[in-house]
Protein backbone atom coordinates (compact mmCIF):
# COMPACT_ATOMS: atom_id res chain seq x y z
CA UNK A 1 0.00 0.00 0.00
CA UNK A 2 1.03 3.31 -1.01
CA UNK A 3 0.32 7.04 -0.08
CA UNK A 4 -1.01 8.88 -2.90
CA UNK A 5 -2.22 12.49 -2.59
CA UNK A 6 -5.97 13.37 -3.88
CA UNK A 7 -7.08 17.04 -4.78
CA UNK A 8 -10.76 17.22 -5.50
CA UNK A 9 -12.41 20.60 -6.04
CA UNK A 10 -16.42 21.08 -5.64
CA UNK A 11 -18.95 23.78 -6.91
CA UNK A 12 -22.04 23.85 -5.34
CA UNK A 13 -25.09 25.94 -6.38
CA UNK A 14 -27.82 26.31 -4.16
CA UNK A 15 -31.23 27.49 -3.57
CA UNK A 16 -32.09 30.39 -1.20
CA UNK A 17 -28.24 31.74 -1.04
CA UNK A 18 -27.67 34.54 1.57
CA UNK A 19 -24.23 35.26 1.06
CA UNK A 20 -24.06 35.82 5.01
CA UNK A 21 -26.42 33.33 6.24
CA UNK A 22 -25.33 30.59 4.34
CA UNK A 23 -21.88 30.88 4.53
CA UNK A 24 -22.32 30.90 8.38
CA UNK A 25 -24.31 27.92 8.42
CA UNK A 26 -21.73 25.89 6.00
CA UNK A 27 -19.24 27.38 8.31
CA UNK A 28 -21.25 26.28 11.40
CA UNK A 29 -21.37 22.32 9.64
CA UNK A 30 -17.79 22.20 8.70
CA UNK A 31 -16.85 22.95 12.06
CA UNK A 32 -19.10 20.43 13.97
CA UNK A 33 -17.49 17.61 11.14
CA UNK A 34 -15.26 15.82 13.37
CA UNK A 35 -12.97 15.10 9.86
CA UNK A 36 -12.23 18.85 10.20
CA UNK A 37 -10.24 20.92 12.72
CA UNK A 38 -9.00 24.32 12.57
CA UNK A 39 -11.89 25.74 11.23
CA UNK A 40 -11.59 29.42 10.10
CA UNK A 41 -13.91 31.88 8.05
CA UNK A 42 -13.12 35.25 7.22
CA UNK A 43 -14.70 37.86 5.49
CA UNK A 44 -12.99 39.09 2.14
CA UNK A 45 -13.71 42.66 0.59
CA UNK A 46 -12.82 44.01 -2.71
CA UNK A 47 -13.36 47.45 -3.60
CA UNK A 48 -13.36 48.66 -7.45
CA UNK A 49 -13.58 51.39 -9.16
CA UNK A 50 -15.87 50.72 -12.50
CA UNK A 51 -17.43 54.17 -14.69
CA UNK A 52 -16.02 56.52 -11.64
CA UNK A 53 -18.37 54.22 -8.89
CA UNK A 54 -17.02 52.10 -7.05
CA UNK A 55 -18.09 48.85 -6.66
CA UNK A 56 -17.26 46.63 -3.53
CA UNK A 57 -17.69 42.60 -3.68
CA UNK A 58 -17.63 40.37 -0.89
CA UNK A 59 -17.22 36.84 0.11
CA UNK A 60 -16.16 34.73 2.01
CA UNK A 61 -13.56 32.16 2.76
CA UNK A 62 -13.13 28.99 5.59
CA UNK A 63 -9.91 27.21 5.79
CA UNK A 64 -8.76 24.39 7.67
CA UNK A 65 -7.00 20.95 8.13
CA UNK A 66 -7.97 17.26 7.88
CA UNK A 67 -8.00 15.29 10.44
CA UNK A 68 -7.94 11.98 9.59
CA UNK A 69 -4.75 9.03 10.08
CA UNK A 70 -2.79 9.33 6.75
CA UNK A 71 -2.44 13.15 7.93
CA UNK A 72 -5.27 15.04 5.34
CA UNK A 73 -3.71 18.42 4.78
CA UNK A 74 -5.94 20.68 4.16
CA UNK A 75 -9.25 22.58 2.48
CA UNK A 76 -10.34 26.02 1.57
CA UNK A 77 -14.04 27.20 0.96
CA UNK A 78 -15.12 30.15 -1.38
CA UNK A 79 -18.76 31.06 -0.49
CA UNK A 80 -20.16 33.70 -2.68
CA UNK A 81 -22.83 35.09 -4.95
CA UNK A 82 -23.07 33.71 -8.32
CA UNK A 83 -21.96 35.19 -11.69
CA UNK A 84 -21.92 34.44 -15.42
CA UNK A 85 -18.89 32.89 -15.01
CA UNK A 86 -18.99 31.18 -11.96
CA UNK A 87 -22.70 29.73 -11.41
CA UNK A 88 -21.58 28.42 -8.21
CA UNK A 89 -21.69 29.56 -4.60
CA UNK A 90 -19.78 27.20 -2.74
CA UNK A 91 -16.22 26.34 -4.13
CA UNK A 92 -14.41 23.74 -2.27
CA UNK A 93 -10.72 22.98 -2.42
CA UNK A 94 -10.23 19.23 -0.51
CA UNK A 95 -6.26 18.57 -0.51
CA UNK A 96 -6.38 15.12 1.31
CA UNK A 97 -3.62 11.94 1.47
CA UNK A 98 -4.96 8.46 1.39
CA UNK A 99 -3.19 5.25 1.40
CA UNK A 100 -3.97 2.65 -1.62
CA UNK A 101 -2.70 0.13 -4.10
CA UNK A 102 -2.91 2.60 -7.03
CA UNK A 103 -3.79 5.73 -7.76
CA UNK A 104 -7.24 5.22 -9.34
CA UNK A 105 -8.36 3.48 -6.09
CA UNK A 106 -6.97 6.23 -4.32
CA UNK A 107 -8.37 8.45 -6.25
CA UNK A 108 -11.60 6.58 -5.94
CA UNK A 109 -11.67 6.16 -2.04
CA UNK A 110 -10.97 9.68 -1.55
CA UNK A 111 -14.15 10.43 -3.79
CA UNK A 112 -16.31 8.37 -1.71
CA UNK A 113 -15.02 9.49 1.14
CA UNK A 114 -15.43 13.67 -0.12
CA UNK A 115 -19.20 12.50 -1.01
CA UNK A 116 -19.59 10.55 2.47
CA UNK A 117 -17.73 12.74 4.69
CA UNK A 118 -18.34 16.03 3.47
CA UNK A 119 -21.47 16.66 0.58
CA UNK A 120 -23.55 14.14 2.63
CA UNK A 121 -24.18 16.78 5.82
CA UNK A 122 -23.99 19.83 3.67
CA UNK A 123 -26.70 18.32 1.76
CA UNK A 124 -28.90 17.97 4.97
CA UNK A 125 -28.95 21.64 5.64
CA UNK A 126 -28.92 23.13 2.34
CA UNK A 127 -31.43 22.71 -0.91
CA UNK A 128 -28.85 21.58 -3.68
CA UNK A 129 -29.56 22.69 -6.73
CA UNK A 130 -26.22 21.10 -8.70
CA UNK A 131 -23.47 19.90 -7.69
CA UNK A 132 -19.87 18.85 -9.28
CA UNK A 133 -16.83 17.12 -7.91
CA UNK A 134 -13.91 17.33 -10.09
CA UNK A 135 -10.15 16.08 -9.49
CA UNK A 136 -7.52 17.75 -11.52
CA UNK A 137 -7.23 14.72 -13.86
CA UNK A 138 -10.43 15.47 -14.74
CA UNK A 139 -10.11 19.02 -15.30
CA UNK A 140 -6.99 18.21 -17.60
CA UNK A 141 -9.07 15.81 -19.91
CA UNK A 142 -11.50 18.76 -20.26
CA UNK A 143 -9.20 21.30 -21.33
Known amino acids: ?31 NLSVLQNVQMTIVRQNKEVHGRIVIKEWYE ?35 NIIAEDYEEAQSDASDWVKDALIEPIKKDFSMEEIEISSPEKLRNQH
Not at 69 to 94: C, H
Open 1 to 31: MTLFRADFYITIRVADFNLMNSSKKLFNILN
Open 62 to 96: ITGSINIPERGNAFWVLSKDTSQEEPYNFFMRIDR
